[in-house]
């Protein structure tokens, strides 16, 4: 009987950490391990890490590239050193710049300064969305995401096992026309933003067209492991998302400013919306895309970004009947099981980009 229990007892203590069969309420917002795998440090004198702290978040800060290298220089030399302040807080995401993808030597230069980047600390290369939206080459066209040309840095991202993450598109939402979109942040962002509202430029490519080249170049490189930004710019629907996901199976998403999309589902059909997150709860990483810039937002940014974490909280973990301001209307939450929330929170970034944090409690991987 004794070994009965004591093996019942050591079944039990040798049990993954995982929350199963078990909930979590909104009381149990700290208690969780999280990482936001979507952020942007843009000040050498980050702010709001004690709140953070309390709340258990560390970041993954990306690069974006704007056009130039030396900007990309630039972001990198303060990436790098916020790194090297906060090791364990703050992880970075480097990049490159299409600057001079013309000319000879274009190249070699990228492939020395992603992996001068990775000497420095970074766990990643970003591609942004300027692919296929904004640089032309000298003959003035678009360069998009399976250009000839990139492919030879995707391949050799593919050879060394080094992560790509990628904003490319944008929602559908940036093909419509504003009172059409279905989120006001999205609204929001295109009126503020007409240089990217589409709906404005008919003469470039299409939504169909962005995803159609973002899928070409994943075609081409089966092996390279890929985070789509933004739910992959598939938001809007996640049965498209669930089919993409399904012919990628290596790849993974953030949820990244694109939580509003999934809330205006849930406005018709939460089960749909709740059947989703059970299914792929192994590739959904939760990201904010939360900008930290000069220290006199501190305390503005304070309010409002605990704000938005609980709100996502409560949407995660509770049943409750929500209004937020990216959609209009009231759903109910979710209510996933813990096990999910804390895969989405942490544990899939953890496993998918083991570079970047050591796992809390355990040893550094190697
Ligand atoms: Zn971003």
């Known amino acids: 009987m004794k070994w009965l229990i004591s093996a019942f007892l050591s079944a039990i203590l040798l049990q993954p950490s995982f929350a199963q069969?078990?909930?979590?309420?909104?009381?149990?917002?700290?208690?969780?391990e999280k990482i936001d795998m979507h952020a942007h440090f843009a000040t050498g004198s980050p702010y709001n890490l004690d709140l953070a702290g309390e709340s258990r978040f560390r970041f993954l800060s990306i690069e974006v590239e704007k056009g130039t290298w030396a900007d990309v220089f630039r972001q990198e030399e303060l990436l790098a050193s916020l790194h090297r302040r906060y090791p364990e807080k703050i992880a970075y995401v480097g990049t490159f710049s299409l600057e001079g993808i013309d000319e000879p030597g274009w190249l070699e230069k990228t492939i020395q300064w992603i992996e001068k980047c990775r000497a420095q600390g970074s766990v990643a290369v970003k591609a942004w969305k300027n692919i296929g939206m904004e640089f032309r080459d000298r003959q003035g066209r678009l360069v998009m995401i399976d250009d000839p040309r990139l492919q030879h840095v995707f391949r050799y991202l593919e050879e060394k096992r080094i992560p790509l993450i990628a904003h490319l598109g944008e929602p559908r939402n940036c093909w419509l026309p504003l009172e059409q979109m279905t989120t006001n942040n999205d609204r929001n962002y295109f009126r503020n933003n007409p240089k990217y509202h589409m709906y404005l430029h008919p003469e470039m490519p299409s939504y169909e067209d962005q995803l159609a080249a973002r899928d070409r170049m994943l075609d081409r490189h089966p092996g390279l492991r890929f985070l789509g930004c933004h739910l992959a710019s598939l938001e809007w629907n996640v049965e498209l998302l669930a089919k993409w996901l399904d012919r990628y199976p290596r790849a993974v998403v953030d949820l990244?400013?694109?939580i509003g999309s999934l809330q205006h589902q849930t406005l018709r059909d939460r089960e749909k919306v709740r059947q989703f997150f059970l299914r792929y709860q192994d590739r959904i990483l939760y990201g904010t895309d939360s900008a930290f810039r000069e220290t006199t937002q501190a305390a503005r940014d304070k309010e409002s970004l605990k704000k938005m974490w609980l709100s996502d909280w409560q949407y995660w973990v509770t049943d409750e009947w929500m209004e937020v301001a990216?959609?209009?209307?009231?759903?109910?939450?979710?209510?996933?099981?813990?096990?999910v929330v804390e895969k989405i929170y942490a544990r899939n970034a953890l496993r998918w980009l083991p570079e970047a944090f050591p796992a809390a409690g355990a040893p550094a991987r190697k």
């Open 326 to 339: 990216k959609v209009n209307g009231k759903f109910q939450g979710l209510k996933l099981p813990g096990e």
């Open 21 to 32: 069969g078990k909930e979590y309420g909104m009381a149990d917002f700290d208690k969780v």
């Open 256 to 258: 990244a400013a694109r």
